[in-house]
């Protein structure tokens, strides 16, 4: 790899904290800042495909204990979006009781990012929507454990691609060894607001156990089950399939290590009568500056392993971010190994990140500042992200995509900071957290910390 830019006078921390404000703020804490009373979250959302609005999403906070929407889907007599006569139909309801020690819904993901399905978001995965391991949208609310979220949408316009809706309902529980216990009880509607029958939404209920220490490591254990709605018509091993990615029963062991970082997936089938092992490792190598993320699997074994390679300078900061491909030899770092990726990162003479550059050093994403702020973010040439401050706050971001027909769709969220606790979220987009809950665009590369956090389950 060649020698990369260096940085002068910014470092990564600064650079990542600006776009993590860019990407909404938030988080663990209360919220409150300098500029002004809390951290913003969604006041409306505009769904445009192709230049035409689709549909609107309006958010209310006034009722103790919820949030909830409504979805807008039609502008109603006079033609316009956004006036009196809009029509409005189903929407998302977070429902939430006082707790001294709430468990986020992402803490349910078995292994954050590794892409396994048992942990009940493979309704998500079917949509293609973008996910970090949990079904839930509803955001984290500081003292509050969130106890049921339900999304119904009907006709035309659903955002996010829901097509129709669903309910889940959360219950907690601790453990006498001070781990934790939860289920999740989804159930998925289908025309008539009727449970649906059809697969991949085959309702049913997910419990997760967590028990261990930081010191010895922790265990996941994983369970699914039908819905007591099937219960005379859905037997354990046709559920499993959908929810469970195949299997009925997870063990996942985070075994912590300063230098190795290891996650072990036991997934057993019926009976216990298939178990597949897979590994996934991280390996900081402080002599070449490198952290790398493999991944391997037993019963059966796998072909064409990947390895994920970040390259960091004397800094921490990322100077190169490439996938390994092990090749027919099946080794990784021999003759045959396939490099996909960003070799390398070019920052400018203040340490802001300009662009990531390909295997044919051409810039892959490109990103903008508005000041000391990230004002957009380019990928091939593609706008994908685009944020607007006020009084050093975010007021609006427009987050583009396509269509399976290829038309352009921008999510445009306008954000409002007047609403005390509510961690800062994006309707339809589950960006990964940092300790404190505060978003991570996936877009943006991570400093060597963050990337060793969002590896790990919890």
Same mark, same amino acid.
């Given at each position: 790899?060649?020698?990369?830019?260096?940085?002068?006078?910014?470092?990564?921390?600064?650079?990542?904290?600006?776009?993590?404000?860019?990407?909404?703020?938030?988080?663990?804490?209360?919220?409150?800042?300098?500029?002004?009373?809390?951290?913003?979250?969604?006041?409306?959302?505009?769904?445009?495909?192709?230049?035409?609005?689709?549909?609107?999403?309006?958010?209310?906070?006034?009722?103790?204990?919820?949030?909830?929407?409504?979805?807008?889907?039609?502008?109603?007599?006079?033609?316009?979006?956004?006036?009196?006569?809009?029509?409005?139909?189903?929407?998302?309801?977070?429902?939430?009781?006082?707790?001294?020690?709430?468990?986020?819904?992402?803490?349910?993901?078995?292994?954050?990012?590794?892409?396994?399905?048992?942990?009940?978001?493979?309704?998500?995965?079917?949509?293609?929507?973008?996910?970090?391991?949990?079904?839930?949208?509803?955001?984290?609310?500081?003292?509050?454990?969130?106890?049921?979220?339900?999304?119904?949408?009907?006709?035309?316009?659903?955002?996010?691609?829901?097509?129709?809706?669903?309910?889940?309902?959360?219950?907690?529980?601790?453990?006498? /060894? #001070?781990?934790? %216990?939860?289920?999740?009880?989804?159930?998925?509607?289908?025309? +008539? *607001?009727? !449970?649906?029958?059809?697969?991949?939404?085959?309702?049913?209920?997910?419990?997760?156990?967590?028990?261990?220490?930081?010191?010895?490591?922790?265990?996941?254990?994983?369970?699914?089950?039908?819905?007591?709605?099937?219960?005379?018509?859905?037997?354990?091993?046709?559920?499993?399939?959908?929810?469970?990615?195949?299997?009925?029963?997870?063990?996942?062991?985070?075994?912590?290590?300063?230098?190795?970082?290891?996650?072990?997936?036991?997934?057993?089938?019926?009976?216990?009568?298939?178990?597949?092992?897979?590994?996934?490792?991280?390996?900081?190598?402080?002599?070449?500056?490198?952290?790398?993320?493999?991944?391997?699997?037993?019963?059966?074994?796998?072909?064409?392993?990947?390895?994920?390679?970040?390259?960091? /300078? #004397?800094?921490? %900061?990322?100077?190169?971010?490439?996938?390994?491909?092990?090749? +027919? *030899?099946? !080794?990784?770092?021999?003759?045959?190994?396939?490099?996909?990726?960003?070799?390398?990162?070019?920052?400018?003479?203040?340490?802001?990140?300009?662009?990531?550059?390909?295997?044919?050093?051409?810039?892959?994403?490109?990103?903008?500042?508005?000041?000391?702020?990230?004002?957009?973010?380019?990928?091939?040439?593609?706008?994908?992200?685009?944020?607007?401050?006020?009084?050093?706050?975010?007021?609006?971001?427009?987050?583009?995509?396509?269509?399976?027909?290829?038309?352009?769709?921008?999510?445009?969220?306008?954000?409002?900071?007047?609403?005390?606790?509510?961690?800062?979220?994006?309707?339809?987009?589950?960006?990964?957290?940092?300790?404190?809950?505060?978003?991570?665009?996936?877009?943006?590369?991570?400093?060597? /910390?963050?990337?060793?956090?969002?590896?790990?389950?919890?």
């Amino acid at each position: 790899m060649r020698e990369k830019t260096e940085v002068k006078s910014l470092t990564l921390v600064v650079v990542l904290s600006i776009l993590i404000a860019g990407c909404g703020g938030g988080g663990g804490g209360d919220g409150q800042s300098a500029t002004g009373s809390y951290a913003p979250v969604p006041d409306t959302v505009t769904y445009r495909e192709g230049g035409d609005v689709k549909g609107m999403q309006v958010f209310d906070y006034s009722v103790s204990n919820v949030i909830r929407s409504r979805f807008v889907v039609d502008p109603g007599t006079d033609g316009r979006w956004g006036t009196g006569d809009d029509v409005r139909a189903g929407g998302l309801t977070c429902r939430y009781q006082p707790s001294k020690n709430p468990l986020p819904p992402a803490l349910l993901s078995v292994v954050q990012n590794m892409g396994t399905n048992g942990d009940g978001n493979f309704a998500l995965q079917q949509l293609d929507i973008e996910s970090d391991g949990r079904l839930s949208v509803c955001p984290r609310w500081k003292g509050k454990q969130l106890v049921r979220e339900e999304v119904l949408c009907k006709g035309a316009f659903c955002p996010a691609r829901y097509q129709l809706g669903y309910r889940m309902t959360i219950s907690q529980q601790a453990l006498e /060894d #001070g781990g934790w %216990k939860q289920s999740q009880h989804v159930v998925f509607y289908g025309e +008539n *607001d009727q !449970i649906t029958t059809a697969p991949p939404f085959l309702s049913h209920i997910q419990t997760t156990e967590l028990s261990g220490d930081s010191q010895a490591g922790f265990e996941f254990v994983v369970t699914v089950d039908p819905s007591p709605e099937y219960s005379d018509s859905v037997s354990l091993p046709n559920i499993a399939v959908y929810s469970g990615n195949g299997y009925q029963k997870k063990v996942a062991k985070w075994l912590p290590g300063d230098l190795e970082s290891r996650v072990i997936i036991d997934r057993y089938g019926d009976n216990d009568s298939y178990v597949d092992t897979r590994y996934r490792t991280l390996t900081w190598l402080p002599e070449k500056g490198e952290l790398q993320v493999s991944e391997a699997s037993q019963n059966p074994p796998a072909s064409n392993q990947l390895m994920k390679v970040y390259v960091f /300078d #004397g800094e921490e %900061k990322p100077i190169g971010e490439i996938f390994l491909g092990a090749g +027919n *030899d099946e !080794i990784w770092f021999s003759i045959d190994d396939v490099v996909e990726g960003f070799p390398e990162f070019v920052y400018d003479e203040n340490g802001q990140l300009l662009s990531m550059l390909d295997t044919q050093e051409n810039p892959e994403r490109e990103f903008t500042y508005d000041g000391d702020k990230v004002k957009s973010i380019h990928v091939r040439d593609r706008k994908r992200r685009e944020y607007q401050y006020s009084d050093a706050k975010l007021a609006k971001i427009s987050l583009f995509s396509r269509s399976v027909e290829r038309e352009e769709i921008e999510h445009q969220v306008l954000f409002r900071d007047d609403i005390s606790g509510v961690a800062t979220f994006i309707p339809d987009r589950r960006f990964p957290r940092d300790k404190e809950g505060v978003f991570l665009d996936p877009l943006f590369p991570q400093d060597r /910390d963050q990337i060793i956090r969002l590896g790990r389950p919890f």
